[in-house]
């Protein structure tokens, strides 16, 4: 079970972010290239996961397919993501799948049990460009995500989202037995940890 602290900036050039991670003193450093992230999103025909996380219910689940690149035609190394909460807590299981064509995602989700056996469909899509980081010993990892879009989502063709965000997401991610170290982390944000979440702003953009 691990925590992840959100972090939502508007207005703040993306080298001063960099700048204050770079200066925190548990030494965050770079863990990966840049990269875009993209998913797609399944729910019910009634939102039920939308709802749910509207609501505060403390328990849910979100399924999403995701893959990265500039790519949306040809989903290359797609992998289905479990994402599951207990309050402030959540984990994530992983189910890597085949490459697929955009064409063919709503049918090959119906394969999967995950999905079929809840009524799954997907219903949104969204795309970002996130930064990675991480302490030397790997307790905390830290992203920067960014350029965020998002839309609904069409079988029909490889539709690139449409609606734009000019936020900033930064988040610290860690295991629950390290939260008394990332208090002392976290103190040093100039920042206020908030709830974000992209499938529900994604969902008010698109559909509202």
């Given at each position: 079970?691990?925590?992840?602290?959100?972090?939502?900036?508007?207005?703040?050039?993306?080298?001063?972010?960099?700048?204050?991670?770079?200066?925190?003193?548990?030494?965050?450093?770079?863990?990966?290239?840049?990269?875009?992230?993209?998913?797609?999103?399944?729910?019910?025909?009634?939102?039920?996961?939308?709802?749910?996380?509207?609501?505060?219910?403390?328990?849910?689940?979100?399924?999403?397919?995701?893959?990265?690149?500039?790519?949306?035609?040809?989903?290359?190394?797609?992998?289905?993501?479990?994402?599951?909460?207990?309050?402030?807590?959540?984990?994530?299981?992983?189910?890597?799948?085949?490459?697929?064509?955009?064409?063919d995602i709503a049918k090959a989700a119906r394969e999967i049990p995950?999905?079929?056996?809840?009524?799954?469909?997907?219903?949104?899509?969204?795309?970002?460009?996130?930064?990675?980081?991480?302490?030397?010993?790997?307790?905390?990892?830290?992203?920067?995500?960014?350029?965020?879009?998002?839309?609904?989502?069409?079988?029909?063709?490889?539709?690139?989202?449409?609606?734009?965000?000019?936020?900033?997401?930064?988040?610290?991610?860690?295991?629950?037995?390290?939260?008394?170290?990332?208090?002392?982390?976290?103190?040093?944000?100039?920042?206020?940890?908030?709830?974000?979440?992209?499938?529900?702003?994604?969902?008010?953009?698109?559909?509202?």
């Open positions: 079970m691990r925590y992840e602290r959100k972090y939502v900036l508007e207005n703040v050039p993306l080298f001063d972010i960099q700048q204050m991670v770079r200066l925190l003193p548990v030494g965050f450093r770079e863990a990966f290239p840049v990269r875009r992230v993209n998913n797609v999103y399944f729910d019910t025909v009634s939102f039920s996961a939308y709802q749910d996380n509207i609501i505060g219910i403390g328990d849910r689940t979100k399924f999403r397919l995701r893959w990265y690149g500039e790519h949306f035609d040809h989903l290359l190394k797609p992998v289905l993501e479990e994402k599951v909460k207990h309050g402030e807590l959540g984990y994530k299981n992983v189910f890597p799948l085949q490459d697929t064509f955009w064409k995950q999905i079929s056996n809840l009524n799954l469909s997907p219903v949104l899509i969204n795309s970002y460009l996130r930064y990675y980081y991480a302490t030397p010993d790997n307790r905390f990892r830290l992203t920067i995500d960014l350029d965020m879009k998002y839309g609904r989502f069409e079988t029909s063709r490889a539709l690139l989202p449409y609606a734009f965000s000019e936020k900033t997401v930064l988040e610290i991610k860690y295991d629950q037995e390290f939260s008394e170290e990332a208090d002392r982390i976290t103190q040093f944000f100039p920042l206020r940890p908030t709830k974000h979440s992209k499938y529900v702003i994604g969902i008010q953009a698109s559909y509202g």
